[in-house]
């Protein structure tokens, strides 16, 4: 197990400055067992945005964010992923980059 550590509010919107609107990627895993990217954790983010302005598009919550096929699948199940301006992820580092790899290189992905 991975240990994760939740960013502050305030370097999550700094990171998304320029963004109106984010889907979001949780972890059931690692993330969800360090109450950093579980579902609590993702409706908790979610109200944090739109708070702040920032609309969801969406969120995603597979069982292990860092395994690429999990993640391919979301990408094709999800229609908000494409309209979203940016991509956060709570999880893990490696979560982090398997999203990335998947993504649209234009699409920012910004690790909470």
Do not use: W
């Not at 994760?4 to 979001?24: E, N, P, R």
């Not at 990408?75 to 301006?85: L, R, T």
């Amino acid at each position: 197990m991975i240990i994760t550590k939740k960013k502050a509010a305030k370097d999550i919107l700094d990171a998304l400055k320029g963004s109106k609107s984010v889907f979001l990627f949780g972890c059931d895993t690692c993330a969800e067992q360090c109450s950093t990217g579980g579902k609590k954790e993702l409706d908790e983010m979610k109200a944090l945005l739109e708070e702040n302005g920032v609309k969801v598009t969406g969120s995603s919550l597979p069982e292990v964010t860092c395994y690429r096929q999990y993640i391919v699948k979301e990408f094709k199940e999800h229609k908000g992923i494409a309209s979203a301006d940016a991509l956060l992820v709570l999880a893990c580092g490696a979560g982090v980059r398997t999203v990335a790899d998947v993504a649209p290189e234009a699409t920012p992905v910004i690790p909470a």
